[in-house]
């Protein structure tokens, strides 16, 4: 049987986890409710140092009670992240052929998944470094990408992360991340189909859903 939970334990691992990269996509997140319409790169830089700030004055509270560290991850996500165009892109011709309960659903579950996957690898992180790479776009541009680097201590290889953002009617809302190398979209994607093909897409969101709501109870 699928286990969702061990995908998510090895996508959190292997790829959230290390050095804590999470605090950085949450940083991004936030960072668009500063200035719709401020380039991209701005707002990641702007406000790095604000949600650092709050999670190192916060984290005992958040690891003590997990439902302030979710409020905070829902507040700073939520509005400003594209989980319908996420979701379309992750289901891919799944998403064609679904009616629009099972889309929604999907969206809902989905955006519930990432919030618990981000909430955890949030309490990872250690301190440390990001640097801000060149960025490259021209004002005509309705898609970027804001390239950035987590630079662990001890001499540590450089983690490349990068945001992917698009315009929508004047808002930059995100819609992927690669950490590593690793797009977060086409690591589900190619997770999910094979779900769907042997067990349905309704399967898949209970899947999902269940597990949403049984982590909360364990919280």
Do not use: C
Not at 175 to 202: C, H, P, W
């Amino acid at each position: 049987m699928f286990n969702h939970s061990v995908l998510r334990k090895n996508i959190v691992r292997n790829s959230l986890v290390r050095g804590g990269l999470a605090i950085f996509i949450l940083t991004l997140f936030s960072s668009v409710s500063m200035a719709a319409t401020a380039a991209p790169d701005v707002l990641v830089r702007d406000t790095t140092n604000e949600i650092l700030s709050l999670l190192r004055k916060n984290h005992t509270a958040y690891k003590k009670d997990t439902k302030k560290l979710y409020a905070m991850v829902h507040k700073k996500i939520l509005p400003h992240f594209d989980f319908t165009a996420m979701s379309r892109m992750v289901l891919a011709r799944n998403w064609r052929s679904a009616n629009e309960n099972q889309r929604s659903r999907f969206t809902i579950a989905f955006r519930d998944l990432l919030v618990r996957t981000y909430a955890t690898a949030l309490l990872k992180y250690t301190n440390e470094k990001i640097a801000f790479l060149p960025y490259h776009a021209q004002p005509s541009d309705r898609k970027v990408m804001v390239k950035t680097e987590i630079r662990p201590g001890a001499g540590g290889p450089a983690i490349p992360l990068y945001y992917r953002f698009y315009d929508k009617q004047g808002e930059w809302k995100v819609f992927d991340v690669s950490i590593d190398g690793v797009s977060m979209v086409t690591n589900y994607r190619s997770v999910y189909a094979e779900k769907v093909r042997k067990q349905g897409l309704d399967a898949l969101i209970d899947q999902i859903s269940t597990e949403n709501t049984t982590d909360k109870k364990t919280k």
